[in-house]
Nanobody, 119 residues
Framework: QVQLINSGGGVVQAGGSLRLSCAVSGSTLTNYVVGWFRQAPGTEREFVGAVTWSEHITRYSDSAKGRFTINRDEARNTVYLQMYSLKPEDTAVYYC????????????WGQGTQVTVSS
């Protein structure tokens, strides 16, 4: 059974950096897309970015572009969300999720990790 474990959240001052991890077990990620999402209190979950595992093709939301980077470690079956120049509005619970390439829906999710950016 596939399992995604999120980690790396915390409290950081505005302008700081954090790296979130998404460790995947129970499945190889060939032909999968790993996505990152976030949800702030009282808001809808929003897409942050995603990476195709095999080709390492990334795409980002407008709010993440230029500040966030997604990388993967094949040996560890882990995807990272490196966040720079953090802003208070980046405060949210961050989740990773996976889906098959070409699929619309992400079918497995991590438990989420809290990121708080203080001003």
């Amino acid at each position: 059974q596939v399992q995604l474990i999120n980690s790396g959240g915390g409290v950081v001052q505005a302008g700081g950096s954090l790296r979130l991890s998404c460790a995947v077990s129970g499945s190889t990620l060939t032909n999968y897309v790993v996505g990152w999402f976030r949800q702030a209190p009282g808001t809808e979950r929003e897409f942050v970015g995603a990476v195709t595992w095999s080709e390492h093709i990334t795409r980002y939301s407008d709010s993440a572009k230029g500040r966030f980077t997604i990388n993967r470690d094949e040996a560890r079956n882990t995807v990272y969300l490196q966040m720079y120049s953090l802003k208070p509005e980046d405060t949210a619970v961050y989740y990773c999720a996976i889906k098959l390439r070409g699929s619309t829906n992400y079918h497995a999710w991590g438990q989420g990790t809290q990121v708080t950016v203080s001003s």
